[in-house]
């Protein structure tokens, strides 16, 4: 379906909880927010139907965000259910991988096609600070798990953040080196627990160009610009959600956990689509996406105009 401005949308974000054990420094306070009930969550069915709903809209390709969506009890099936939708015909996953190594093989069998792992920095003691848990070691297995479970294409999404991990692009991006996967570099962005943060925070994707000067563009892959140096197995990835504006090419929307379709990340606009089924559920999602805004207003200045914080609305 196209939305009011002509973009093709075939792409749903859904959230399954907003539950997480990690606390990014910035997604979340160190103790936490208050949390959904789980009568507030939508159940697997309500998922399941929510997508057969976006499915017959056109959307092709699901992620399943969170939260952590590997703390969601059953995860594995709702991976087979979402997969066997009509009209499906990509099921990822964004996870910060420090569950995901028991699980890597019963979700590559269930038929997620791909994941990308949260990984801000290599530095345990680093990735203790900023996620305020000592589980590095636990999300490196993942990403080794994941490879023997046979996931290819995985990306590792970095936030960059200045004064935390800005003296660490090139050891990251080196992940793309010996390994057959892309490094994404992502902009910090103004919302949640960041959004007064000081300026010197936010750092331009532009700063792993001057990292590592041997990267060379080879083309776009969504929202990311990708970059390849000689010799390497994978690629480097720039998303620049604040410096460079993609809203003319989205092609996605969001649906929190519990049930509400943002038609932008950065837009206060949500549609409850809790307790609708069948063609109510359809015309309320076709709405929704009629009413994608042409862009948002959110730079290096202006903090995003969302109502929620990012762990409430699926990464």
Not at 22 to 31: K, L, N, S, V
Not at 40 to 48: K, T, Y
Not at 84 to 90: D, K, L
Not at 91 to 115: C, G, H, I, S
Request: one cysteine or more; hydrophobic letters at 40%.
């Amino acid at each position: 379906m196209h939305d009011d401005f002509g973009r093709d949308i075939r792409y749903l974000r859904l959230s399954v909880t907003d539950r997480c054990n990690c606390r990014c420094i910035y997604c979340m306070p160190e103790h936490g927010v208050p949390m959904l009930s789980r009568a507030d969550i939508l159940s697997f069915e309500e998922m399941r139907g929510i997508v057969a709903a976006a499915a017959s809209l056109g959307v092709q390709k699901v992620r399943l965000t969170g939260g952590e969506p590997l703390v969601r009890r059953g995860i594995v099936d709702l991976v087979g259910m979402v997969a066997a939708v009509p009209g499906i015909e990509e099921v990822d996953m964004t996870t910060n991988a420090t569950l995901l190594a028991p699980v890597a093989k019963d979700l590559r069998a269930a038929r997620l096609t791909r994941l990308n792992v949260s990984l801000d920095t290599l530095n345990a003691e680093r990735y203790a600070r900023i996620t305020r848990r000592d589980s590095l070691v636990d999300a490196l297995a993942g990403l080794e798990a994941a490879h023997e479970a046979g996931f290819s294409n995985t990306k590792v999404n970095c936030v960059l953040v200045g004064g935390v991990n800005d003296d660490e692009l090139r050891t990251m991006a080196l992940l793309a080196c010996d390994h057959d996967l892309t490094v994404r570099f992502i902009e910090l962005m103004r919302m949640g627990a960041c959004a007064r943060w000081p300026k010197g925070c936010f750092v331009s994707a532009d700063a792993v160009l001057d990292a590592v000067p041997e990267l060379a563009s080879v083309g776009k892959e969504g929202v990311s610009e990708l970059y390849h140096a000689p010799g390497w197995r994978g690629n480097v990835g720039l998303i620049r959600s604040v410096t460079h504006r993609f809203c003319s090419s989205c092609d996605r929307i969001r649906v929190t956990a519990d049930g509400r379709l943002k038609p932008c990340l950065h837009s206060s606009v949500e549609v409850d689509l809790r307790g609708l089924t069948g063609q109510e559920l359809v015309e309320a999602m076709r709405g929704g996406i009629a009413s994608k805004p042409r862009g948002h207003r959110m730079d290096d200045g202006r903090a995003s105009d969302s109502a929620r914080p990012m762990n409430e609305i699926g990464g």
